[in-house]
């Protein structure tokens, strides 16, 4: 702990933003699908309604990414800040598809699954990762994302138990099953009326990058590399990852406390593998780092497909969340370092773009085939 004694005020502030849009984030992802599902939603509508929040989310994010580098980073993440406030507003008061998509393609609740590794990246991921990496130097930097993401998985984790408050209102308080999902999207606006004050106290030196110059040929080659790396790593996972929650609920009938334990074990196990990561990738190498934990991770999706119990279908995914996510902070550290400081919000919006585009289409079929 001392390596962080004299970490930047700025970056603490950062970790505190991420660690409480990851437990908000996380309990809206974990019930987000049942909740269309009690509104009377078709598993297909469920997943286009997945589909639009994910197609939307990456053009956006990579909007966002770009915008900061122009206008600064503060500023869209306040912007961001205010867009989810009027997107829990629209859950609150209204339940017809319309606004459903509107609210989902403002914030892109919905995009962020609820397989683990935590939450509340979304739109703000780019932006945020541009500004972090302004605040660290190049000895540290591997270190300040793992913890940023081990915060935000350890936030996450708290927040998937908090999945379990409408069935505790259903069963205890007899509130009508619509009804008792409210209070999960009042309870994120006020988590983001505090972080427009978190992001009010973050310093930011900017300097906006000229507009009639493009990102450099050497940032553009890599990239452009890191992109298909991510449309190809995320291919598969776009079946399985956005409507993982609503899976165990069909597939087993499990509650949502149930799920809400799952998912806390699950990000437990993601938070401890970011702190593992710098270690082992100082040992074998950040890129054999990525390739062997995606390998294995990729496997075990056998194993939960088949699991004939929520026991032992469960614990897989639990395990399988300690793999999945483990190269997360080091590809995002190694992008940063890779790019020039002021096209780091433009780099980070695009391969966010990349890895978000498979998800687009994939849970339509997957919806489709869990009829």
Not at 66 to 86: E, F, N, P, Q, W
Not at 140 to 162: D, Y
Request: aromatic content about 12%.
């Amino acid at each position: 702990m001392t390596r962080f004694k004299h970490t930047h005020r700025d970056v603490k502030l950062i970790m505190v933003s991420r660690g409480v849009r990851a437990f908000a984030f996380s309990y809206l992802n974990v019930v987000f699908s049942i909740y269309l599902d009690s509104l009377g939603y078709s598993t297909v509508m469920i997943g286009m309604v997945h589909s639009v929040a994910y197609i939307s989310g990456a053009l956006l994010t990579a909007l966002w990414g770009v915008l900061s580098d122009h206008y600064g980073r503060t500023k869209i993440l306040m912007l961001l800040a205010v867009l989810t406030i009027v997107s829990n507003t629209i859950f609150i008061f209204f339940s017809q598809l319309v606004f459903i998509l509107l609210a989902v393609v403002i914030a892109n609740v919905g995009s962020g699954g609820s397989a683990g590794g935590g939450q509340g990246g979304g739109p703000f991921n780019p932006v945020e990762q541009a500004l972090l990496a302004e605040k660290c130097n190049p000895e540290n930097r591997n270190q300040i994302f793992s913890t940023n993401s081990f915060v935000g998985s350890v936030m996450g984790s708290l927040g998937a138990l908090m999945s379990g408050l409408p069935q505790h209102l259903q069963q205890n308080r007899g509130w009508e099953p619509v009804l008792s999902y409210k209070p999960l999207f009042l309870l994120t606006i006020l988590f983001t009326v505090g972080l427009l004050f978190v992001y009010r106290a973050i310093a930011e030196e900017h300097r906006p990058r000229q507009r009639e110059r493009k990102i450099s040929r050497q940032s553009g080659m890599f990239v452009t590399k890191m992109s298909l790396l991510g449309v190809l790593d995320n291919m598969g996972a776009g079946l399985i990852g956005p409507l993982v929650s609503y899976w165990f609920f069909l597939r087993f009938g499990v509650e949502l406390k149930s799920l809400g334990l799952m998912f806390f074990l699950s990000y437990i196990f993601a938070a401890l593998s970011f702190l593992a990561a710098p270690v082992i990738a100082r040992r074998i190498g950040v890129v054999r780092t990525m390739v062997f934990s995606h390998a294995i991770a990729s496997g075990l999706n056998l194993f939960i497909a088949f699991a004939p119990t929520f026991f032992l279908a469960g614990l897989v995914l639990v395990v399988r969340s300690f793999l999945a996510y483990m190269d997360n902070p080091l590809r995002e550290s190694f992008t940063m370092a890779m790019v020039k400081s002021e096209e780091r919000g433009s780099a980070a919006g695009m391969t966010n773009l990349a890895r978000i585009v498979p998800f687009g289409v994939s849970p339509t079929i997957s919806a489709y085939l869990m009829q």
